[in-house]
């Protein structure tokens, strides 16, 4: 009943600290507040910004996809809990925030493009698929007994268009971008971003350039330890959507250690520190 | 929301209306002649379809104008061959399903998408259809493509193709006149001479030519009256 759910809430609204509180407004994503809000789904959202960073960049022959994955454990074994999925071919996702809320939206996503091609015999286009996942997202916003996604999706297409970049946000919004970053070094990653000529790039050129802004937006979190995951879906690796291969991984991720030792360093003789 | 000319015919039994291949009805009696000849071929920029206009019930030709070329999409268009209603029943579904593609994606969707639809009503099926199809059209990433959709459901991508009962008479035609890369006008003439010569030796097929030229502009229809049919020899 409504008395006792609002008596619940004050009691629980007295135990936060946080300023941005819904005061009774906020225990259900099916509930707005006055000024508006679904409270729930911004909740959603904070635990997107809490987590490790997701960067995009669509370049002239492909898409780079980027994520920091934070590294909980030094036994875990490199390589495992991946961010990064393929979502059909020539369709590649990254994912910042909780990533087993990104595993259900993989396998939705997987299952929207294994349909387009049974129907229509033919690779998803990139906005299709992007609607079909914003739309996914969205639902979840509607019902009280269900919760929002907590976790945001960069989506990489090469479709007959050529290459394209999505990101779907637990709000169920889902843009186009020619770059774009989510988690934590989101603001660092945009601000960087934004200095790039995105569109003049090879995919070789802009893997270093997202290692790089992973590199730096990872400073926030800098006493965590975390390894890059870097993927690509370019001319060069016959427009599917895999992992970088070794050659260029170890390029960006030593370019990007240099680049960060420049920074830091204040000497005019810079030594080019290789790890 | 059929753009189809109206066939208004009801399909049942074996003289159910038909035009395409042969079909012999299980009791043995007199076969049940059915005929079509239609026809499509591809140029640069576009395709030119055609077909007869002869729908006959065994000796009796219940429509002598009848139209074999149904819009799938505005660029793309299907010829007809077979059981009317089978291929209506497709080509309707095929139509909705273009319709909802083009709602969904916000472009008009290619003529091997629709293609791959006709196939798949056609294999899953099979057993329950007598439709022998040709699909053709333009779309922007392509240009003109023809698609033939033969009885069983297998899809093949040609530069020109034939079908119907009429199209047994004029392969050796086809095969010594088509040359690649004909002009848009080299094209509509070899289909309404191919389709004239079938007419006239195929019981089946005959009334007048239809041919609708598509290309980025959209369709444009023909029709070769009976007085007017490419002739091959005066007097027999």
Same mark, same amino acid.
């Given at each position: 009943? *409504? ?25 259900? #994503? ?63 996702? #990254? ?17 929207? #493009? ?10 998803? *286009? ?52 020619? /770059?774009? /970053? ?62 970088? *291969? ?5 390029? /960006?991720?030593?370019?990007?250690? #240099? ?17 | ?58 000796? =009796?030709?219940?429509? +002598?104008? &009848? ?12 010829? +007809? ?8 029943? !497709?080509?309707? @579904?095929?139509?909705?399903? $273009?319709? $909802? ?17 006709? +196939?798949?009503?056609? =294999? ?21 493509? %023809? =698609? &033939? ?5 297998? %899809? %093949? ?15 050796? @035609?086809?095969?010594?006149? =088509? ?11 070899? %289909? ?7 007419? &006239? ?7 007048? !030519? ?27």
């Amino acid at each position: 009943s *409504p008395t006792s759910a609002r008596h619940h809430a004050r009691t629980s609204a007295q135990r936060h600290t946080m300023s941005s509180i819904g005061t009774g407004y906020d225990l259900s #994503a099916g509930t707005f507040s006055p000024d508006g809000r679904v409270f729930q789904v911004e909740y959603a959202a904070k635990a997107v910004e809490n987590r490790g960073t997701a960067v995009g960049i669509v370049c002239k022959d492909g898409v780079v996809l980027g994520v920091e994955k934070l590294i909980l454990s030094k036994m875990l074994m490199e390589g495992s809990n991946k961010h990064i999925f393929s979502v059909d071919e020539h369709a590649g996702l #990254a994912c910042s925030g909780l990533v087993t809320d990104a595993r259900q939206i993989v396998n939705r996503a997987r299952a929207e #493009a294994r349909s387009h091609r049974s129907a229509y015999g033919e690779d998803i *286009p990139g906005r299709v698929l992007n609607e079909r996942i914003g739309s996914f997202y969205h639902v979840y916003t509607l019902y009280g007994h269900v919760r929002p996604f907590g976790c945001s999706v960069l989506v990489g297409v090469y479709d007959c268009d050529g290459p394209k970049l999505y990101m779907a946000e637990p709000s169920g919004v889902s843009y186009e971008y020619t /770059a774009c /970053a989510a988690g934590k070094g989101r603001q660092i990653a945009m601000t960087k971003l934004e200095k790039l000529k995105v569109g003049e790039m090879t995919c070789r050129e802009a893997a270093v350039e997202v290692a790089k802004i992973i590199y730096e937006a990872h400073q926030e979190m800098k006493d965590k330890d975390f390894e890059l995951e870097l993927s690509w879906i370019c001319d060069e690796s016959n427009k599917v959507h895999c992992f970088v *291969p070794q050659d260029v991984y170890d390029d /960006a991720v030593q370019k990007a250690k #240099a680049a960060l030792e420049e920074d830091d360093s204040e000497d005019e003789d810079e030594d080019e520190d290789v790890e | 929301m059929s753009r189809l000319a109206s066939n208004s015919f009801v399909a049942a039994g074996p003289e159910a209306p038909c035009f395409g291949l042969d079909a012999t009805p299980a009791t043995g009696a007199d076969e049940v002649k059915t005929g079509t000849t239609i026809m499509a071929v591809e140029f640069d920029g576009g395709v030119v379809v055609g077909a007869d206009s002869r729908t006959s019930t065994g000796g =009796y030709v219940a429509n +002598r104008v &009848s139209n074999k070329i149904t819009p799938v999409t505005e660029h793309i268009y299907c010829c +007809r061959s077979g059981s009317a209603a089978d291929t209506q029943a !497709i080509s309707d @579904y095929v139509r909705y399903y $273009m319709d $909802m593609y083009e709602n969904t994606s916000g472009e008009e969707p290619e003529v091997k998408v629709a293609a791959h639809l006709f +196939r798949s009503l056609c =294999y899953n099926n099979k057993d329950n259809l007598m439709a022998g199809i040709i699909c053709a059209g333009w779309d922007k990433r392509n240009g003109g493509s %023809v =698609y &033939s959709i033969p009885i069983g459901g297998a %899809v %093949v991508k040609q530069p020109f193709t034939i079908g119907g009962s009429g199209s047994g008479f004029i392969y050796g @035609y086809c095969d010594a006149n =088509y040359r690649a890369n004909m002009t848009r006008d080299e094209c509509a003439q070899f %289909v309404k001479n191919a389709i004239s010569l079938a007419m &006239s030796r195929d019981g089946s097929s005959g009334g007048v !030519i239809r041919i609708a030229v598509i290309d980025k502009d959209g369709v444009h229809r023909e029709v070769v009256y009976g007085n007017q049919l490419p002739q091959f020899h005066d007097s027999y």
